[in-house]
């Protein structure tokens, strides 16, 4: 591909916060990088999917301000990981950790234990007990 027909179709990636690099071969042949904001499929396939993150994680945020979750399954949401991938970062089965995600056992876990989920989300303990 030429350094001219990199797509650049207009709609950026991620409200504008990602752009993509390419290589390229300029007019003398040789490869060079170029950034591209990318071509209108590959955007809108990007926007749905992160629409549907965004709708994740507020759903979830609906349910920890409810009572019916605890902040575990909302800052999981929000720093984009799974039960496995969480279980792993904290050293606990996964069926710990969903059980952490009871408001209940949350709110009797050790410090040590909130100090880890903190770390797994890179955010304070006071952070992990507040979600607005």
Same mark, same amino acid.
């Given at each position: 591909?030429?350094?001219?027909?990199? %797509?650049? &179709?207009?709609? +950026?990636?991620?409200?504008?916060? /990602?752009?993509?690099? /390419?290589?390229?071969? &300029?007019?003398?042949?040789?490869?060079? *990088?170029? !950034?591209?904001?990318?071509?209108? *499929?590959? +955007?809108?396939?990007? !926007?749905?999917?992160?629409?549907? #993150?965004?709708?994740?994680?507020?759903?979830?945020?609906?349910?920890?301000?409810?009572?019916?979750?605890?902040?575990?399954?909302?800052?999981?949401?929000?720093? #984009?990981? &799974?039960?496995?991938?969480?279980?792993?970062?904290?050293?606990? /089965?996964?069926?710990?950790?969903?059980?952490?995600?009871? %408001?209940?056992? /949350?709110?009797?876990?050790?410090?040590?234990?909130?100090?880890?989920?903190?770390?797994?989300?890179? #955010?304070?303990?006071?952070?992990?007990?507040?979600?607005?």
């Amino acid at each position: 591909m030429k350094k001219e027909e990199v %797509p650049q &179709d207009g709609n +950026n990636m991620h409200e504008g916060k /990602f752009r993509q690099l /390419f290589y390229a071969t &300029d007019n003398a042949g040789q490869y060079v *990088p170029v !950034t591209s904001v990318g071509w209108e *499929p590959e +955007n809108v396939a990007m !926007t749905q999917a992160w629409e549907e #993150i965004h709708a994740k994680v507020e759903a979830a945020r609906q349910r920890v301000l409810a009572g019916e979750a605890s902040p575990v399954l909302y800052y999981m949401e929000k720093t #984009i990981m &799974d039960l496995p991938l969480l279980a792993s970062y904290v050293g606990k /089965f996964q069926w710990q950790v969903k059980r952490h995600m009871k %408001p209940a056992v /949350f709110n009797k876990l050790s410090d040590n234990m909130l100090h880890k989920y903190a770390a797994a989300f890179k #955010i304070s303990i006071k952070e992990l007990k507040e979600v607005k």
